[in-house]
């Protein structure tokens, strides 16, 4: 018997090509998309869950109040604060200090740059076990000069030999010797390393205090828990009252603090703070993504359960006859329930094959930039365990349908005209899945344009034709880096392809890497509640970047004292009507430093929309390690990089040339815009071609089931046009339907995800109302071949009994 079922449901499966390829097509493309979506969300959720032990480690954060408001919010902390963890922490086991950087390292035959790399405690390794291949956990980051690699990087820099004991150079040719080598961390961590500089290195150099102090939160501070403790508001009570009691300039500035623990385990898909190490992925768009990888998969079955019951009618005769011969209602469902297991293993190696080729080979046509969770064999049976099962018992409703027709009527061609509760079913199924069309296409039309805004908005800056330099590593300490600089920018400017030229702490695009929360105008007694960003330029960056200045002079090459450049934000936060009103006035930094403000420039994004502009205070320095060289070019035609390439190695000879088209770089901070904007695009798509082939099934129901009645209609004079427009009503009111919940569900979406932009379009009418005419067009063109057929058929057929 069963082999006869197996027989047969094959031989159907052959015999309705129309039916089986559109249901492995919607099945195979929404299978595809489910994989994609639920394992690329589950690769972002999976960050950081690598450490033993993981949900005891934490990160201290920082945060600052000025009359309850906040001042500053980072994830950064002061370097005395790990010192006294477990005097007011005392449920900590270990506890961490971490100074991330980018370092040009290199031996004598290998040179590489911006590698990454931490200063970190001797105590690191406790508060995060790695896998150690060589060296000790307890000693190896003890010694001052003392660095612990990654095997993959203790391969590329000493090959097979033992690493042991050798030298590498960091940046200025600092010798770091080489006490251990570590397992490589996966891509997945938001704390990124394949270097472990001991601490102990900066205060033997002198760059810091051996003691730390509270003067600026500037390092990450990293605790692990002892076992069993839940009450993390216990631990924070007594970090705070650190931070109170030691942060000296709290109180003179009318400001408290807090410190608080977040999970390390989280910080990949928690609310960004300032400072972070990597940015963070909006919990949110994960959440929606994984909304439309199950809503594509419902609409897929939607339409496997329409097509089903179209597809009874049509065989009809088939039931009937096996009725008759004595066949039961359940041999009847078991049959289409066992075509349906048949075709959802069909679908799913289709639906595999899909998301492996897309995902592997051809890329980089959908979703470039974009990591997956590598997919283990136990998970490929779960999620084959999963499709079929449901889509067997999606598939359970038309089966139980199509075994209740009665065989009298049957044969005599007498089902009914499709009133009822089945057919209630069908429309409200069809209503569901027009509603997602809906509501994703709008989506995606709100949040293209939101991007559109985003690429053509002001940010009051020139990056078009801005080449940026990443500065020379080897002369961090030299004091004639400046000097250096000078000559090498005027070789360059005699370039004709150069117009201009600029060394800088940060570029546009970056988060800027200090501030400052005790800045304010000599003699004042307003202390405005704001943290000032920090940032060393020359005397080039105007020019170089475009910008307008609004009151006062730009810098000049040969400036006598400190002086300053700031925004018009800043001039509001120190208390000055309007920006001219600064100029000439001195202001105080939080190091005691008097410096005179010499000009005014109008506001400019200097990072992305999704922040307001911040107070940025320029001090005219060179940045004395790392920064950026930046010029201004004519246009990016001819071969001027390469005559820029020649000038760099005559002036730093032991600095690769890096180089970055400034438009390029700012327009990576919207990359995680870019690619939920692409995600929604390619959704759309899908989810209107799945919609449609549900309505191909709907429309070919209707067409069976009314067959006898367009006849009627046409013998008694309708023309194809009326025809064609009865049978469509249908189906506009179903689009009406869902418009009328699919339009409030689009609003209320993108209203909160354009929330997390500080500027951003306004929502208009017609961008939801567009929506729902787009899914009608698609509509009406996806039913017409059916309506057409059927209102050009000849009646005499339709009239005549089968």
Known sequence: ?????????????????????????????SIAIFLALTNYVSYQFSYDKFYPGGERIYRIDYFEYQQGQPVLQTART???????????????????????EKA??????????????????????????????????????????????????????????????????????????????????????????????????????????KDGNFSAPWTF?????????????????????????????????????????????????????????????RKTILYALLSLAVFILLAAWINYVNLSLARSLERADEIGVRKVFGASRTAISGQFLLEAAILSCITFVIGCGLYLLFTGPFAALLFTNIAFMPTQPTTWGLYFVGFVT??????????????????????????????????????????????LAVAIVGITLIAGRQLSFMRAFDSGFNTRHTVTLRAPASTNSDSLRRTRFNAFRNDMLQLAALRSGTASMNIPGQEIRFHDEDIHPVGSGTEHKQSFWIMWIDEGYQETFGLTLLGGRNFNAKETGLTVMINETAARALGYSTPTDAVNTRITTGDHEIATVVGVWKDYHHESVHKPVDPIVFFHRHPNEYGYYSFNVESREGNYLKAMETIWHKHYPNDPFIYYYMDRFFEEQYRADELFAKLLSLFSVISITVASLGLFGMASLAMVKRTKEIGVRKVLGATVWNIVVMLSKTYIKLIAISCAFAFPLAYYITWHWLQTFAYKIDIRWWMIILPGVIVLLATLLTIASQSIKAAVANPAKSLKDQ
């Open 390 to 435: 449901g889509t067997t018992l999606i598939a359970f409703h038309p089966a139980h349908f199509i075994s209740k027709y009665k065989p009298a009527l049957i044969l005599k061609n007498k089902l009914g005209t499709g009133k009822g509760k089945a057919n209630l079913l069908h429309q409200g199924l069809m209503i569901f899945q027009l509603f």
């Open 104 to 209: 040009y390292i290199f031996t004598e035959d290998v040179r590489i740059v911006d590698q990454n790399m931490l200063y970190v405690d001797s105590s690191f390794l406790k508060v995060f076990p790695l896998k150690i291949v060589s060296g000790s956990a307890d000693q190896s980051l003890t010694p001052p000069s003392s660095v612990m690699i990654s095997k993959s990087q203790a391969r590329v820099y000493f090959g097979d030999a033992d690493p042991m004991g050798k030298i590498l150079y960091f940046n200025e040719r600092l010798p770091f010797t080489v006490t251990g080598v570590f397992e490589d961390i996966p891509a997945s961590a938001s704390l990124d390393f394949d270097f472990l500089l001991s601490w102990s290195t900066m205060p033997y150099y002198g760059w810091v205090s």
């Open 1 to 29: 018997m069963l082999k006869h079922y197996w027989n047969t449901a094959l031989r159907n499966l052959l015999r309705y090509k129309l039916f089986a390829t559109i249901n492995i097509v919607g099945l195979s493309i």
């Open 221 to 281: 501070t990293y605790v692990r828990l002892k076992e069993n403790i839940t009450d993390i508001a216990a631990v924070n009570r007594g970090l705070t009252a650190m931070a109170n009691e030691h942060i000296t300039t709290l109180e003179k500035r009318g400001h408290t603090a807090r410190y608080e623990l977040r999970p390390y385990e989280n910080l990949h898909t928690a609310n960004e703070l300032s400072g972070e190490a990597k940015p963070a992925t």
């Open 78 to 100: 002061h370097d005395r604060t790990a010192l006294l963890v477990h005097e007011y922490a005392p449920e900590v086991e270990a506890v961490t200090r971490v100074y991330n």
